[in-house]
């Protein structure tokens, strides 16, 4: 009796222009958790999308349970026992938890029955869930367990999870990987796509690491080293980010009690968030997606105004001024979508980097833009920043997610800004580029500005900042001092729990 | 099995190809259409395209007629696409149209009989005034209480109208016309009128207005940070924000500005080729501009030549209708297939066509 749940054999799949899967091979045996490990752009999505039923291979089989199994669509694979929970959530906001399972179904029974199932399966599994409950009322990692339920109900044989882990709390991975451990102990098989090594380290069996659409190798997670991974996926080592001169200086960014609704049906209020940032320091700001990121960005950049006297930028009160105006003053940002908010997709990259640096690169005279110029500083990005792209011609959306992020954030980084505020500047980049985009945020540090960054990585936060918060319901954790935080404490900090007593007396009169 | 795969980026090539593929694709069907309607496709075509322009006839009458259709269309269409690129939707230049017609008319017919030189360049203030006043409405609205500017704007046509059979028959109508509804004569009254340029070949000072609104277009567009702020805005809006563009004021901009071109084109026409302010002196140019700007891909140039293009089938369309019986209908319905093989012909800017020899299951 064969063990092997799937076999990849020689799967091939190629874009215009790029090869995405190069004759990749490999199996996954029954009740075994598997990693799938690569950069972005290794072609991890591409070959989950095939055996997913989402993209079909140009060549190669894929072998289930010993039948041939080629997948036309998603529902021929969920139908073949092939279930996947993606990175981006795609739940309704307005429906509650069992509308939106019903909504995945084929044929959804009634929504009593269904809300029963529900319940017994979260039980079992221990991923608590009321199925009545309003998906936008929900947490990023409730989310993830309605989608998690959605496919636990359909019995799956084999469980797909692409980067599950990105938006939970470390407590929440814990739950995630003793329900993921219950299902494997039961004989389901899962395929694990991440870029976290530890977590690897922690949880699959077995791991298959593709680097340019090959797969380069396969190797036993537990006795493997994180960095022996990290060179099998980047193909070479890299750098690690330095760290620089411990000297602050004045204060150049201050919150004062700033606290704004929320901007619509499911945004988050920002509750009386104060902090002040100096010249040469890293401030991390950690916290679930969700909890005031965004917003806390918004009031920054100048997108939503805030009360006056809440912002001060240098020792003058900027929160009545809007974006551009913050800019002329040394107050840049990045926000976290790339694609239509701090880039135009079918615009250039020249024309994308009129977008937030006309004022300070002198981009504009009299109000007509000086194409040449704007070409040549977005050149120097491209070259500065290592932008892989053909020219600055190129639509911003044909850039892969890596590079245009090293653009948008080279693009502020390049202007030299007083203040930095990023969020998630490192999102779905490869890890070389990450650790290119973390020096450069120190650089800026280093040469006298201040950073705020943004990140649900608490990796990347603990490696940038100074010192460390967590957003949590739009109200800001008490700053520590990085040195000396340990995962247990940041969790606590992230979940709200910590220093609540405090909190909830400043909070509730 | 054909499919439909997405670029990775728009292709400049189909994008400038797509107006020609239409057009080309308009005659073929249309040439049938006509043919199943008994008339002769190439005579049809020909009378359509070609006649107008150099028929031994016909071609003295209808060549300046093409600058005096087109100015209107260019001048409307050249607003409405500074709109549309910002994803504002003015489907209601008709109705800034008229009001601008009215409102310049009323302005010049306030001093009759003067004969000061400064009437003219007055109506046409005024006439740009009522039109931007009128695309203010849906601009207010929509910024103070977030209504749909496609629906108030559309709406507005028609109290646009309503207005213009009232004046026609009340406030403006000309006291010495003898009943007749109908305000002055412009064309009677030299300080008013708006006469041809040089004689003989349509050019009055819409075709100079348009012309200025193109190349002001073509500037504002490429060179100026304000186009690109419109640009931005109707690409992606929220970057627009952290680029620093008050959207509001992108709304009162776009609609404020197409309303004033479309209401000194009803000027224009009011004035020149219409001569009085009737009940029915628009033709439709308000709406016929939104295919203009569409087949000139919202691109000032593209404009100019759409416009001309479009002239040509209103004159050539005349043409066709005295000289082989051909319904009006079957006119329109030619003009209407020119967007739809426009939109659909649009399709490949962003998708390539894959064959893929399997069929799905």
């Not at chain 1, 869930?129 to 359909?154: K, Y």
């Not at chain 1, 070409?375 to 997610?401: K, N, Y």
Request: neutral net charge.
């Amino acid at each position: 009796m064969d063990d092997t749940l799937l076999r990849i054999d020689g799967l091939t799949k190629a874009y215009p222009g790029v090869i995405a899967n190069d004759s990749v091979s490999f199996a996954i045996g029954k009740g075994e958790i598997h990693a799938l490990l690569g950069e972005n752009g290794a072609g991890k999505s591409t070959l989950v999308k095939m055996i997913y039923g989402l993209v079909k291979p140009d060549s190669g089989v894929m072998t289930l349970n010993g039948a041939p199994y080629h997948p036309a669509k998603p529902s021929e694979a969920r139908a073949s026992g092939v279930a996947m929970v993606f990175q981006h959530f795609s739940l309704f906001n307005a429906l509650n938890v069992a509308e939106n399972v019903a909504l995945g179904m084929e044929t959804p029974p009634p929504m009593r029955d269904l809300a029963r199932r529900i319940r017994t399966v979260s039980e079992t599994y221990g991923l608590p869930l009321d199925p009545s409950r309003t998906v936008g009322t929900l947490s990023a990692g409730e989310r993830q367990r309605v989608e998690i339920i959605r496919c636990l109900l359909q019995d799956p044989r084999l469980l797909i999870m692409d980067e599950p882990t990105s938006v939970l709390t470390p407590q929440e991975v814990d739950i995630l990987f003793e329900t993921l451990r219950k299902l494997q102990a039961e004989g389901t098989s899962i395929l694990y796509i991440s870029h976290k090594l530890e977590e690897i380290r922690a949880l699959c069996d077995h791991a298959t690491i593709l680097r340019l659409g090959k797969n380069v190798g396969t190797c036993v997670p537990r006795d493997t080293t994180a960095r022996e991974m990290a060179e099998l996926m980047v193909g070479s080592s890299f750098a690690t980010p330095q760290a620089r001169a411990t000297e602050k200086g004045a204060v150049l960014l201050e919150i004062r009690d700033l606290s704004l609704p929320a901007p619509g049906a499911f945004g988050t209020p920002l509750r009386g968030i104060s902090l002040s940032v100096r010249a040469g320091e890293v401030l991390g700001l950690g916290g679930v997606a969700g909890n005031g990121q965004d917003e806390l960005l918004d009031a920054l950049s100048g997108e939503r105004l805030a009360p006056a006297g809440t912002v001060h930028l240098k020792g003058s009160d900027v929160s009545r001024k809007g974006p551009a105006h913050r800019r002329a003053e040394g107050l840049l940002s990045g926000p976290e979508e790339r694609l239509g908010h701090a880039a135009a997709p079918d615009m250039s990259l020249t024309e994308n980097a009129v977008l937030t640096a006309a004022h300070r690169k002198r981009l504009v005279a009299n109000g007509f833009i000086n194409w040449t110029r704007a070409r040549t500083f977005a050149e120097e990005v491209i070259a500065r920043f290592d932008v892989r792209t053909p020219g600055s011609g190129t639509a911003a959306r044909a850039l892969s997610g890596g590079n245009l992020q090293k653009f948008v954030v080279g693009r502020e980084i390049a202007q030299a800004p007083d203040v930095l505020v990023l969020n998630q500047p490192t999102w779905g980049v490869d890890a070389a580029a990450a650790a290119f985009i973390r020096q450069a945020i120190l650089d800026v540090a280093a040469r006298g500005g201040a950073v705020i960054v943004i990140s649900q990585d608490l990796d990347e936060l603990m490696q940038v900042s100074d010192r460390f918060g967590a957003l949590n319901e739009g109200r800001l954790s008490p700053l520590r001092p990085v040195a000396g935080l340990d995962i247990e404490q940041i969790g606590l900090m992230m979940g709200g729990a910590h220093d609540m007593e405090v909190a909830d007396v400043n909070a509730w009169p | 099995m054909i499919r439909l795969e997405k670029r990775p980026q728009p292709s400049r090539l189909m994008s400038a190809l797509t107006p020609v593929l239409a057009v080309v694709l308009t005659m073929v069907v249309g040439g049938m259409l006509f043919w199943a309607l008994g008339a002769n496709p190439f005579e049809a075509i020909r009378t359509l395209f070609w006649d107008p322009l150099f028929h031994p006839q016909f071609a003295a009458y209808s060549r300046p007629q093409l600058l005096v259709k087109a100015a209107p269309l260019i001048l409307i269409a050249i607003g409405l696409s500074i709109g549309f690129r910002a994803g504002i939707w003015n489907i209601g230049a008709e109705g800034q149209y008229i009001m601008g017609a009215i409102c310049g008319a009323a302005a010049g017919l306030a001093f009759y009989p003067s004969d000061s030189v400064l009437i003219f360049p007055l109506m046409i203030l005024a006439g740009a005034l009522g039109g931007w006043a009128w695309g203010m409405i849906p601009a207010l609205l929509k910024t103070k209480l977030g209504t749909n500017e496609i629906l108030v704007s559309l709406m507005l046509v028609y109290v646009a109208e309503t207005i213009l059979g009232s004046v026609a028959t009340g406030l403006l109508r000309n006291p010495e016309g003898m009943g007749f509804p109908g305000s002055r004569n412009f064309k009677q009254w030299e300080a008013a009128h708006n006469a041809e340029i040089f004689a003989g070949t349509g050019t009055h000072w819409g075709v100079v207005a348009a012309l200025i609104a193109v190349i002001f277009a073509y500037v504002l567009l490429s060179r100026h940070m304000l186009g690109y702020q419109v640009r931005l805005t109707g690409e992606a809006p929220r970057a627009a924000r952290l680029a620093g563009v008050n959207p509001a004021r992108m709304i009162l901009f776009c609609l404020g500005l197409s309303g004033a071109l479309a209401g000194m084109a009803g000027l224009f026409e009011v004035t020149g080729p219409a001569g009085q302010v009737t009940i029915d002196f628009g033709s439709g140019y308000g709406f016929t501009a939104i295919i203009v700007a569409f087949l000139g891909r919202l691109n000032p140039i593209g404009i100019l030549l759409a416009g001309l293009l479009m002239a040509l089938t209103y004159i050539g369309g005349e043409l066709a209708q005295l000289m082989l019986g051909l319904p009006a209908a079957a006119i329109q319905l030619f003009q209407g297939m020119l967007l739809f093989f426009l939109l659909a012909m649009d399709v490949f800017t962003n998708f390539r066509i894959r064959l893929s020899q399997k069929a799905a299951a």
